[in-house]
């Protein structure tokens, strides 16, 4: 009897879902990856990129750009001492800058291509955290929705291949499953920016800046939205780094802690509201 109700159980199942049960598990991610959001995405990010490397080495360094290349030739000594001075602004990007130009020169290009790199990758955090915003990037924090489930109804587990990128495309994969207009909106400004492409081909802080604050966007609203440990634990290590890429991030920080007081009130005051509204339940019902 079993065997003839398994082909029952099966055609109940999406052809999608059951054409990827034919694939090993290291090739999901990818195969998740080719949804057409992600190649949107993907194409955004790679336009962001070309515009700012495009003509990256027209100009020579201006004055700005010449004190970041004289901190590059500062002894590592003196560029670690300023992590933990308080009156250095930004001290964590002339460390990584100093060990970019250490192994590929310090060159007008050289210098210039991590600003242009940061100010790409800020495209696809914006776009998650727009996601966020939206209230469509918990899918997987919402039981089994926009996931495949099993015959019994069950969300499959999460597929965990070696490689971090293909473990956060796993992840985030329902995230990609279908297009946020908002999301592909919030991409193109950044992406279209002529501030973030200007700050993207300058050897300054500020393209960094904006990935670094992008990312505590992202995580913020994914860490009040879930309010799981993990996230919170993330979103603080971020910030604390955040305050080496530059100090005026201690305001992202101070922003941050303040959504969550007011979170946290919400929540009291639901929780005072079912409580009262329990015993007016109880009451009436004596």
Request: glycine content about 8%.
């Amino acid at each position: 009897m079993a065997d003839n109700r398994q082909p029952i159980r099966q055609s109940h199942a999406p052809a999608s879902h059951a054409s990827n049960k034919n694939l090993p598990e290291w090739a999901l991610p990818a195969a998740r990856f080719l949804a057409p959001t992600s190649v949107i995405l993907v194409g955004i990010f790679a336009t962001a990129l070309t515009l700012r490397l495009y003509n990256l080495d027209a100009q020579s360094l201006w004055l700005d750009e010449g004190s970041t290349w004289q901190f590059t030739q500062q002894p590592w000594r003196v560029l670690l001492r300023d992590l933990f001075d308080p009156t250095a602004a930004y001290p964590l990007y002339h460390v990584l800058l100093k060990a970019w130009v250490t192994l590929v020169g310090d060159s007008e290009i050289a210098l210039r291509l991590p600003s242009a790199f940061a100010g790409a990758l800020a495209v696809p955090v914006v776009y998650l955290a727009a996601l966020e915003a939206e209230g469509t990037g918990g899918h997987r924090d919402r039981g089994t929705q926009g996931r495949p489930t099993t015959n019994a109804g069950h969300a499959e587990p999460d597929v965990s291949p070696s490689s971090f990128v293909l473990r956060l495309l796993s992840r985030l994969s329902p995230q990609f499953a279908v297009p946020s207009l908002y999301g592909i909106g919030a991409a193109l400004l950044i992406a279209f920016s002529p501030f973030t492409i200007w700050y993207g081909q300058e050897a300054k802080v500020y393209s960094l800046l904006l990935l670094s604050a992008a990312l505590i966007t992202w995580l913020a609203l994914r860490a009040l939205r879930s309010n799981t440990r993990r996230d919170w634990l993330l979103l603080g290590t971020l910030i604390v780094v955040s305050l080496f890429v530059h100090r005026l991030s201690a305001l992202l920080g101070l922003a941050v802690g303040w959504a969550w007081v007011i979170q946290a009130a919400g929540g009291r005051r639901q929780a005072a509201g079912e409580h009262a509204g329990t015993g007016a339940g109880e009451l009436a019902g004596t």
